[in-house]
């Protein structure tokens, strides 16, 4: 009777807890999650509110129109690489495109380091892009009515459409 015995029950083969996901894998994969679903958030902040389509052309630049190539489109290393500035007309692109897809990745991060590997993280996610995409439409309508351009850089010049008022 000394012969320990394994438990019949735990046939799975998981070792542990049995939840089988660590923790860091779930935080990078939540992070990277967030800078896709932040760079997708930035084409709907920038085409809803001007009534455009969110699907039917694909990325390019507002001023010279060239498609942007995938290299060109990889959320934050991109603008990092580009240094903020068009590959074609060289215009400059506003610091706030890498600092929504680096709010998103955070924030997902974040809430995957809090949830861990679980179903509650898809509606937390949800939620959460959906919170990021109010603030920053909100944010540029403040700045279109208001005329006023805090990006240190100018862009918001370009970016902020039509000048409502002086
Ligand atoms: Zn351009």
Redesign the pocket.
Known sequence: MSAPAPAPGEGTGHEGRGVGMPVTAVVVGSGVLGLVIGSFLNVVAWRVPRGESINRPGSH??????PLRPIDNIPVISWVLLCGH??????AISLRYPLVELSAGTLFALLGLAIGWSWTLLPAFAAAATALVAVFMAGDRIRTSTGRSPDPEGAGRRWSGPRSRG
């Open positions: 630049c507002p001023v010279c129109e060239t068009c590959r074609s007309c060289g215009t």
